[in-house]
């Protein structure tokens, strides 16, 4: 490795933590020069006395600081709110005076002072390759944009932020943005650009702004409404596609017309990652689309089509089976489904749509008049297209149904998740958390042979949770993997852990959640009854051992009670320890 190129060496290097990285500087000359611009390209400053020794490192030898690209000194001025800290250890003055390779510099809502100095460095040639400056605050934009036309050779990275972002109106009224437009396409190096204003502008708005940046790669847009009436007239305009842009994030208001889908899916035909979330501070109230079921469609159509993309938007009810049966005839991981649900007080015939890369999820969306839960409508019309199902954070759903509500009574028992698996005729695998207090008020008889594997999530030792697992072992007989995950407050567990599965023939059972003070020793006593009769083990690490019932009686350690036609392995889980620790029994 003593020959090995010097690219090839910091390759290598670019693996190692800090640590690794000293001590491969004192092996030889070429290994220092390989790790120690790895050990100084980037430093994060968080604390006062990281402040103390990086200024110490650099001045008292010049040649590392040529190496450092990157400073973030958020977490300190984020803790502190004191700027004087720049000043206390002379940090900027160093970073100015030793850092002439510096490319990103991160801070926190700096004040008058940090952007005048940093203008000044900028008029004395300081700093030319400076490619990012921090995010200005309100007060000091005038500053901010002064400095970034002092650095537009180099800026990659620009920021368009109104001053009043959370309060006014304008983002034009300011002289200094309309000199900072004006000069855009001298950006040359230009190729991130953040807008974050208030203003009932629509995306193709900003359509000239993008054709006079052309080496730009990513685009992030944040509107927030002005208060000015809306007008949904929007004027025809001929796009020009730019298949350059690989990145783009913004929220709905900035696209919530069908005329903005269609420009949005021509103006960016190459896309590698995309963001559209709820309007700014989350209010999803807000973020309800102007667009046709089919205008959404097509659209979804081509979010899915993005190698990664996170999207959140509101729709009709009456549109959801529609658009969801859409998504499935284009991707078939759209057949496995997870449904949530939120709680509003006032009318809303609307849910919730997340579609992300690797899953997704519906939020139905409940109010105190519903008669009914709103899920029913989606389930008849599709349910029988659906082949994975996850009933999620069912806990939270209950806690928000009050007694209030004409729901409250379904909410607290169980009957009605098992309403939703008979609207699944195809369903394979189930996931269901079952909330700690709720009942099962009634045994209504339903075979579902297709389902292969369940998972229960958020389980207790509870006599409601054995009946549960007795109830799906009816009726859901051809299980062959079941996984079982108990709450993070049943620590104190009393008893052995009882799993109640009488009709079921199991290749796999895994429990989840060791309470800590099992945890050492890490050995587990079984009592296992199948159709071959009643068996005593103990499980450890070295392995399954056959006991008798006396020496199963005896202890007051972790214990299973399992009662199933048969089962060929036990993993017991530890969400604390590495997975490799996980206990794996074969019977």
């Known amino acids: 490795m003593l020959r090995l190129p010097f690219e090839v060496l910091t390759h290598i290097f670019s693996y190692l933590i800090k640590p690794d990285l000293l001590h491969c500087q004192l092996t030889n000359k070429s290994w220092y020069e390989a790790s120690v611009e790895l050990l100084y390209s980037t430093a994060t400053i968080n604390t006062g006395a990281k402040s103390f020794r990086f200024v110490r490192t650099i001045s008292n030898s010049s040649r590392l600081g040529c190496y450092v690209r990157i400073i973030n000194t958020e977490s300190l001025f984020k803790m502190n709110h004191d700027y004087g800290l720049w000043d206390e250890h002379d940090l900027l003055s160093t970073l100015i005076q030793q850092c002439p390779n510096l490319l990103q510099l991160h801070s926190w809502d700096q004040d008058f002072s940090f952007w005048t100095q940093i203008a000044d460095t900028a008029t004395q040639g300081q700093l030319c390759r400076l490619q990012s400056l921090p995010r200005p605050k309100s007060i000091n934009l005038e500053c901010y944009i002064d400095a970034v036309l002092l650095f537009k050779p180099t800026l990659t990275s620009l920021l368009i932020q109104d001053e009043w972002f959370s309060f006014g109106p304008d983002l034009n009224r300011l002289k200094s943005y309309k000199t900072l437009l004006d000069q855009i396409k001298e950006f040359n190096n230009l190729q991130h650009i953040e807008i974050r204003c208030q203003s009932d502008k629509k995306l193709n708005y900003f359509d000239r702004l993008i054709e006079d940046c052309p080496n730009l790669k990513k685009l992030q847009i944040t509107l927030s409404p002005s208060g000015e009436q809306r007008t949904l007239l929007e004027p025809e305009m001929i796009i020009n596609p730019r298949p350059d842009i690989r990145e783009f994030r913004c929220n709905w208001r900035t696209i919530d017309t069908e005329r903005q889908l269609e420009y949005f899916r021509q103006k960016f035909p190459n896309l590698q990652r995309l963001s559209i979330l709820f309007n700014s501070k989350g209010k999803i109230n807000e973020a309800t689309t102007y667009c046709s079921c089919n205008a959404v469609i097509e659209f979804l159509r081509y979010v899915i089509s993005v190698p990664k993309f996170k999207v959140h938007l509101l729709l009709r009810n009456q549109d959801l089976a529609d658009v969801w049966t859409s998504l499935i005839n284009v ?3 759209f057949r496995d489904v997870t449904i949530d649900y939120c709680f509003l007080f006032q009318y809303s015939d609307e849910v919730n749509l997340y579609i992300e890369t690797k ?35 069912m806990e939270d759903f209950v806690l928000s149904v009050n007694q209030r509500t004409r729901l409250y009574n379904t909410a607290n028992s169980v009957d009605w998740i098992f309403q939703i698996i008979q609207l699944c005729p195809s369903l394979e695998e189930l996931t269901i958390s079952i909330p700690s207090d709720e009942i099962l008020s009634s045994y209504q008889m339903f075979q579902l042979t297709q389902v292969r594997k369940l998972s229960v999530i958020n389980m207790t030792n509870s006599l409601e949770s054995i009946r549960l697992l007795q109830y799906m072992s009816l009726n859901l007989p051809n299980i062959r993997q079941l996984h079982l995950s108990y709450s993070r407050y049943q620590y104190k567990i009393s008893g052995a852990v009882t799993v109640f599965m009488p009709y079921t023939c199991l290749d796999l059972l895994t429990w989840t959640n060791v309470p800590p003070k099992y945890r050492n020793s890490f050995e587990v006593y079984i009592r296992l009854n199948t159709d071959k009769g009643l068996n005593f083990y103990l499980g450890n690490k070295s392995g399954l051992f056959s006991i008798n019932e006396q020496c199963y009686n005896a202890v007051e350690l972790f214990q299973f009670d399992i009662t199933c036609r048969s089962v060929k392995e036990l993993v017991v889980i530890d969400t604390e320890k590495n997975p490799l620790d996980n206990l794996k029994l074969v019977f």
């Open 331 to 333: 991707n078939d991981r």
């Open 359 to 393: 899953s997704s999820r519906i939020y139905f969306v409940l109010t105190e008049n519903d008669f009914e839960l709103p899920h029913i409508r989606f389930f008849s019309e599709i349910g029988s297209m659906i082949r994975s199902l996850t009933l999620d954070n």
